[in-house]
Each structure stands twice: as C-alpha cells, then as structure tokens.
C-alpha cells in the first residue's frame, strides 16, 4: 500500500482488486445455492447478500470521502483487510468442505477471458477517447473497431473452445437470458443515480460530504427495509411477474429524477426510494432466476454470469453518463459550483443521461419479461435446511 506513488500504480492494484473480487463475489451467491434447495430460502439468503452489497455500494463513497478528511488516501486500499479476515473465519468455521468429486477439473479458458476483458475496456476506453480527442480524431474508431474485432473474437473462441470459459448455449436459456438482462438494467439504474445524485448534491447544490451521506439514506433505508417484504411479494405475485413490477419501480424513480430531480431534494428522495425498492426486488429474483435456469453443477458460473451482467452494465451506465456530462462542460467538474451556467449545462446533461438510460432500461426489461414468459415452469426443490 506504502508503495503506491503513482496513477500507474495505484490503476495496477485496483486491477489486482478487481481481479480478487470477481474472483470471490460470485462465492457467496454459488454458496447459497449449494446450501439450499427450497426457492424460498434462496430468496431469503439472496437478499441477505445483496443488503450488505447495495449498502456498500450506496454508502461507500460519501464514507470514502469522509475517511479522506481524516487519513490518507492509501488508507481506502485496506479499509476491507478486516471484512475479509473475518469472512475468512467465518467460511473455515460454519461452511462444509465441498466434495471433491463435485469440483469440475477443466483447464482455465485464459485466452477467453483475455479476450473478455478486452472487449469491455476498449469499449469504455472508446467512450473517453471521444470526448477526449473527439469525433473527427481517427483515435476512437480504431478503438471501437478494435473493441469489435476482440468480441468477435471472444464469441468464436468459446464456441470452439473445449472448455470454453462460457458456453454460449446456456445464455439460450430463457431464465438465464431474462436474470441476465434484468441485472444488466439494473446496473445501469445504479450506475446512473450514483454518479449523477451525488455529485449535484455536492457540486451543484453545495451540500458537504456530511450532509451528502445524510441525502442519501432513503436509498439505504429502503434496501434494508425492503429485503424482508421480496420473499412475501414473490409468494403473492410469483417470480415471473415480481421482477416486471420491481423494473417499473426503477424505471419510474428514474423519470422522477430525470425530470424533476433539478427542482428539489423531495423529488431526489422519491427517486431514492422507488429505485431503491425496485433494485431490492429485481435483483433477487433475476439472481435466483440465473441459477434456477442452470444446472445444478453450474452454480458457480450462474453466480458469476449474474454479478458480471450487473457490473459491466454499471461500467457502461458510468461510461456513458460521464461521457454526456463531460461532452457538455466547458470547464472541470470543480467549476460546477462556481459558475450558474455550468451547473445548468451539468443538469441538462444529467437529464439527458438519465433519460437515455432510462430507455435503455425500458428496453432490456422489455425483453427479459419476454423471455420470461417463454421460460417452462421451474421444477419444486427440496428444503435440505432449516431457515
């Protein structure tokens, strides 16, 4: 941590982070499913999971900033040592060994995942290379062709690969296609409403970091308060139909925000709240949805497929939204709270972002509850544990 002098190298452990995390994220929710058979208690520990991550997500960074007053910066890379120590415990201690003949032995599809992973950066790379050298610079299309070039390359190379990192047969079925697609909307939705809200509560409106963590409780409340009422709501109006009714929620707190977040905090907390709530409810289900259109020896993938939808949707959501906003600044962010017309043109920009990821939701959910629909009915699972 000490060593970190630099961009380059703070970028190399953020990588090396990142590279832990997709590593281990999945684990929690393949462990569920491993744990539990009966659909309801997969909703149950479901929501357990995703609590503890929203609330993360949504209070991590106005909690960042707070540390920032206090201690250096370098002190954000180990705020986490203590989490996973005591996870770490927690797993060794209170969770059985799998059965060795239950783990699978196929190589690592390393080329695949290479070529995975050049395709999303040079994606998002594309994004800032236009506002940066703009559209008459050669500089983003040879990216963007590039960025084409490795995803066709990745479709080929796990279709024919032996053990292909992903077998794109199991993206054919209908509720791994749904889950994925509904954790996809929703990432962009999150995405969206953290860049956007908590810079106008700070830039715009002027609030301090202290008072910005305090605007967006209603978001964390509710995901709290929500999670006990997914698993009644799915019992009354079924899984099929729960996420559909969890994505209008965030699709309407998202044109709240769009079109009135500008005019007051009452219409920001509203947003807070819808989205917060449909977010609760959609991820549950299109999670548990993942790894009941799987087999059960896939558990692991379907774990992985569903946080990788979600995350690089958010990557794309922040993209694109950073992007509108930079493209319609004159100066730097930090100039938002010193010249009217910038904050203007940060709120139209806002507005448009919002509004265009407004339909991309739309859009994907759209096609989800149309896959939905043509899923078979799930076969009953039997409970091997008590709640």
Not at 249 to 274: C, D, H, K, M, S
Request: aromatic letters at 4%; proline letters at 6%; a neutral charge.
């Amino acid at each position: 941590m000490t060593a970190v002098r630099s961009p380059d190298g703070l970028i190399a452990v953020r990588a090396a982070i990142g590279v832990a995390a997709a590593m281990t994220a999945p684990g929690s929710m393949a462990m569920a499913f491993r744990l539990f058979d009966d659909d309801a208690l997969r909703i149950r520990t479901t929501a357990v999971i995703s609590t503890v991550g929203l609330v993360g997500l949504a209070v991590g960074p106005t909690v960042g900033g707070l540390m920032l007053a206090i201690w250096p910066w370098q002190a954000l890379l180990a705020v986490n040592v203590p989490v996973a120590v005591l996870a770490g415990i927690c797993i060794r201690l209170g969770i059985p060994a799998d059965d060795t003949t239950e783990l699978h032995r196929e190589p690592l599809d390393l080329l695949g995942a290479l070529l995975g992973t050049a395709t999303i950066t040079l994606v998002l790379w594309t994004a800032t290379l236009v506002v940066e050298d703009g559209w008459s610079s050669p500089t983003p299309y040879g990216t963007g062709v590039t960025a084409v070039a490795c995803a066709a390359a990745f479709v080929l190379r796990e279709r024919r690969a032996p053990h292909p990192m992903l077998d794109l047969e199991l993206l054919k079925r209908p509720l791994v296609t749904a889950g994925v697609t509904y954790q996809a909307a929703i990432g962009l939705a999150v995405a969206g409403l953290a860049y956007s809200v908590t810079l106008q509560l700070q830039l715009v409106w002027g609030w301090p970091p202290a008072l910005a963590a305090i605007g967006n409780l209603p978001q964390v409340v509710t995901m709290i308060v929500a999670g006990p009422f997914v698993e009644k709501i799915v019992k009354k109006v079924g899984m099929n139909k729960a996420g559909p009714l969890g994505a209008a929620a965030v699709i309407t707190g998202l044109l709240v925000y769009a079109l009135l977040g500008r005019y007051g905090y009452p219409w920001i907390a509203a947003t807070l709240v819808l989205s917060a709530a449909g977010m609760r409810l959609v991820m549950i289900t299109a999670a548990v949805n993942v790894m009941r259109g799987l087999p059960p020896d896939q558990t692991s993938l379907g774990a992985s497929l569903n946080d990788t939808s979600q995350e690089v949707a958010s990557s794309i959501g922040l993209a694109v939204v950073g992007t509108i906003v930079a493209a319609a600044l004159t100066g730097t962010l930090a100039d938002i709270g010193h010249s009217s017309a910038d904050a203007q043109a940060f709120e139209n920009a806002v507005t448009t972002a919002t509004l265009v990821l407004t339909a991309t939701c739309a859009l994907l959910v759209a096609w989800a509850g149309r896959r939905t629909r043509h899923a078979a009915p799930a076969a009953p699972h039997r409970d091997t544990q008590s709640p």
